[in-house]
T-cell receptor, first 117, second 112 residues
């Protein structure tokens, strides 16, 4: 059973460029969330996609955008890259089927390490 | 925004020792989760605690949710080098509950 797959694993970009990161969720999961994890810190929520729409968004600028496809896979796009965008970008999948109205956790991918120079 | 504070930030111990890491908040959470993250990997869910006062055991790991659902602890008995990693606590926020806020983590190193 394949878990969450992210590509590429590593990426180096120059300031001002644009980048697209990709994610395939775990089989049976229909919701994809993206997190940014700076070195030495916990992940921070960027946004969440369900039914091909952005459902929730964290405190990130509009340079960060995303998309979800009919097969539930997702992309994260970042425009006008800044040095501060260097981080590990994590994709997390989950199912909208929840027990007792509680959220029981994500399955994370291994992440894409983005370095902006 | 609900914040989670973890302590200690770093912990280096010898194999066989016991340890406890803490996750505290001034806010009430409907549930809390613990993840472990190894270098170059994404976080892996260890446990979800949902009831105030709940204690869950996973082999040598014991997780406790505070009575007021504002804090949690992770206790590891007889730590092994394979326990090395970043331990993260996380709690749901937002209307759907599936948006998580994470603590900054406890970096645990168990030396052979």
């Amino acid at each position: 059973d394949a878990g969450v797959t992210q590509s590429p694993t590593h990426l180096i970009k120059t300031r001002g460029q644009q980048v697209t990161l990709r994610c395939s969720p775990k089989s049976g999961h229909d919701t994809v969330s993206w997190y940014q994890q700076a070195l030495g810190q916990g992940p921070q929520f960027i946004f969440q996609y369900y039914e091909e729409e952005e459902r929730q968004r964290g405190n990130f600028p509009d340079r960060f955008s995303g998309h979800q496809f009919p097969n539930y896979s997702s992309e994260l796009n970042v425009n006008a890259l800044l040095l501060g965008d260097s981080a590990l970008y994590l994709c997390a999948s989950s199912s909208t089927v929840q027990l007792s109205g509680l959220f029981y956790g994500y399955t994370f991918g291994s992440g894409t390490r983005l370095t902006v120079v | 925004t609900q914040l989670l504070e973890q302590s200690p930030q770093f912990l280096s111990i010898q194999e066989g020792e016991n340890l406890t890491v803490y996750c505290n908040s001034s806010s009430v959470f409907s549930s809390l989760q613990w993840y472990r993250q190894e270098p170059g990997e994404g976080p892996v869910l260890l446990v979800t605690v949902v009831t105030g006062g709940e204690v869950k055991k996973l082999k040598r790991l014991t997780f406790q949710f505070g009575d007021a659902r504002k804090d949690s602890s992770l206790h590891i008995t007889a730590a092994q080098p394979g326990d090395t990693g970043l331990y993260l606590c996380a709690g749901p926020e937002g209307t759907s509950g599936s948006r998580l806020t994470f603590g900054e983590g406890t970096q645990l190193t168990v030396n052979p």
